[in-house]
């Protein structure tokens, strides 16, 4: 029996299979136990498509979203998924969604961290993958996720024996994805991504798992509201093209590195006694 348990930590529905879609559908496939809990439904954000545009922001288009996040977990052949509780769509800091007492921003720390404290002692993960402390990119609800996943893991009575932060990759990487775009003929017509705007990340990626970017990009699709996929491109409301690649990045934030390949780690379990 597979004893490995892996627990992901995401803010809004789109963001699991954006970021983690290949490892989770990966782990779950091989046969370990694997656990989504999305931190909001949402409400937030703008919405792709104009035939879905009439749904416009809150309980509509949380509904809508719940529900494109269950066709991505069927995609990805997870089972296991929990919303960590009550608590909304931020938006981005300086709009007025970013003040409403249900914004995740503004929950409380310590009831928001036991939730997930709960979460932890039922399924015991041996790793947890959530965002760095800037979020990745800085949406607060990222920022929050983070520091939920972090006081949790910290204050759980089960040992968690690895974090991971996912690492979106950065000037390099976009780089690639430009040329990979150009070069397929900027199919779906997206804005070329610009690498120098890339989202910074300090800490080196420590390790890179291959995953199945054909059905990432299928669970990654089922977000229509939320992005358009053509083939292995993707583009969010701002219409700039995203690639999905064979292979996800990561970075080791707490726990004892596995075994390397050329400086990296494949495998989220490398190195975790079972
Ligand atoms: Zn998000």
Request: aromatic residues 6%; charged residues 25%; contains cysteine.
């Amino acid at each position: 029996m597979d004893e490995r348990r892996l627990l992901l930590v995401h803010a809004h529905p789109d963001d699991e299979s954006i970021a983690t879609g290949g490892v989770m559908a990966r782990y779950a496939a091989e046969g370990a136990a694997v656990t989504l809990v999305t931190c909001t439904r949402g409400e937030q954000g703008e919405i792709v498509p104009d035939d879905l545009k009439h749904l416009g922001t809150g309980k509509a288009l949380a509904d809508r979203r719940v529900d494109e996040l269950a066709d991505a977990m069927a995609v990805l052949g997870v089972t296991d998924h929990r919303f960590l509780g009550p608590y909304e769509d931020s938006g981005m800091i300086g709009t007025p969604e970013n003040e409403r007492a249900t914004a995740f921003w503004n929950a409380d720390l310590d009831e928001a961290t036991a939730h997930l404290v709960k979460v932890i002692e039922e399924t015991r993960p041996q790793v947890v993958v959530t965002y760095d402390e800037n979020g990745g990119y800085g949406h607060p609800d990222h920022i929050q996720a983070h520091r939920v996943t972090m006081l949790a893991v910290a204050a759980a009575t089960h040992q968690v024996a690895k974090v991971y932060h996912c690492a979106w990759g950065g000037p390099e990487r976009r780089a690639r994805e430009r040329d990979d775009y150009e070069k397929a003929g900027r199919p779906g017509g997206f804005d070329l991504p610009d690498p120098s705007q890339a989202a910074h990340q300090s800490a080196p990626v420590t390790t890179t798992v291959a995953i199945d970017g054909d059905l990432k990009a299928k669970a990654i699709a089922a977000h229509r509201t939320q992005l358009t996929v053509v083939g292995r491109f993707f583009a969010l409301s701002n219409n700039v093209a995203h690639e999905v690649f064979d292979e996800e990045h990561f970075t080791l934030a707490h726990g004892t590195p596995g075994p390397a390949n050329d400086g990296r780690e494949t495998d989220l379990f490398a190195g975790v006694a079972l």
